[in-house]
C-alpha cells in the first residue's frame, strides 16, 4: 500500500509561470515532509522541507503548503525556470529516519 | 563542507556474487540510512544506521546487510546477487536520527547492474 502518493506522473509548463507539484499520504504519523529534486543516475537534492506543526514554509522561488486534514502537500515554484526541470520526488518521516517516498513527478519547463 | 560520497559510483555483477556499498557521510552527521530506487519500486527504505546499530531496516530479504564504522562510515552488502537487484544504491546522511525532523542528504548513488 502506498503511503505516499504523487498522482501526476509529469507535468509541463512554460518559462515563467507557476509551477505546482502536488503530494498525498495516508500515514497520519508522518510529521515531516521533503521536497527532494532528482536528475538521471544522481542522488536526490533537498529542495525544501515542512514540519507537521505548519501549513506553509517558503524559500525563495520555493514554498511549500501542507494541508494536514486533507493530507495533502503542494510544492509552487515561481516563477518557473528552464533549470527546474528535474524529477521532483516528495517524502514523509516519522520518528526513525525512514523517509517514504512518493513515485516522483517529472517537471518540464519549456523556454 | 563535503558531500555525501559513495563508491564505486558504477558496478557490474552476475547473478550469484556479492557485492559491497560503501557511503561516507557528511562530516559530523552520525545517521546514515540506505535507499534502493528502481523504475518500478521507486525509492524505498533499506536500512538506517546509527553509533554502528541498525536502528530500522525496511521490508528487504536478509540478502541486504549493512554495517557502521566508529568513524560514522557504512558500508552495505548484497549476496547471492539476483537479477532484480539491479538498481540505483543511494546512501543518506543526517546528523540527528532522534528526531524526525532532520534533513537528509543524499550521495550521488552507487549503480549496481547484476548480469
Known amino acids: 500500500d502506498q503511503q505516499v502518493k504523487q498522482n501526476s506522473p509529469s507535468l509541463s509548463v512554460q518559462e515563467g509561470r507557476i509551477s505546482i507539484l502536488n503530494c498525498d499520504y495516508t500515514?497520519?504519523?508522518?510529521?515531516?515532509f521533503l521536497w527532494y529534486k532528482k536528475y538521471p543516475a544522481e542522488g536526490p537534492t533537498f529542495l525544501i522541507s515542512?514540519?507537521?506543526?505548519?501549513d506553509k514554509n517558503e524559500d525563495g522561488r520555493f514554498t511549500v503548503f501542507l494541508n494536514k486534514s486533507a493530507k495533502h502537500l503542494s510544492l509552487h515554484i515561481v516563477p518557473s525556470q528552464p533549470g527546474d526541470s528535474a524529477v521532483y520526488f516528495c517524502a514523509a518521516n516519522n520518528a526513525g529516519n525512514m523517509l517514504t517516498f512518493g513515485g516522483g513527478t517529472r517537471l518540464m519547463v519549456k523556454p | 563542507k563535503a558531500g555525501v560520497t559513495q563508491t564505486p559510483r558504477y558496478l557490474i555483477k552476475t547473478r550469484g556474487q556479492q557485492v559491497t556499498l560503501s557511503c561516507s557521510p557528511i562530516s559530523g552527521h552520525r545517521s546514515v540510512s540506505w535507499y534502493q530506487q528502481t523504475p518500478g519500486q521507486g525509492l524505498q527504505f533499506l536500512f538506517e544506521?546509527?553509533?554502528?546499530?541498525?536502528?530500522n531496516k525496511g521490508n528487504f530479504p536478509g540478502r541486504f546487510s549493512g554495517r557502521q564504522f566508529s568513524n560514522s562510515r557504512s558500508e552495505m552488502n548484497v549476496s547471492t546477487l539476483e537479477l532484480g537487484d539491479s538498481a540505483l544504491y543511494l546512501c543518506?546522511?543526517?546528523?540527528?536520527?532522534?528526531?524526525?525532523?532532520?534533513?537528509?542528504?543524499f550521495g550521488p548513488g552507487t549503480r549496481l547492474t547484476v548480469l
Open positions: 515542512i514540519s507537521s506543526i505548519k
Open positions: 500515514n497520519s504519523m508522518f510529521d515531516y
Open positions: 544506521y546509527f553509533s554502528e546499530t541498525q536502528r
Open positions: 543518506a546522511s543526517s546528523s540527528e536520527p532522534s528526531f524526525s525532523t532532520d534533513t537528509q542528504y
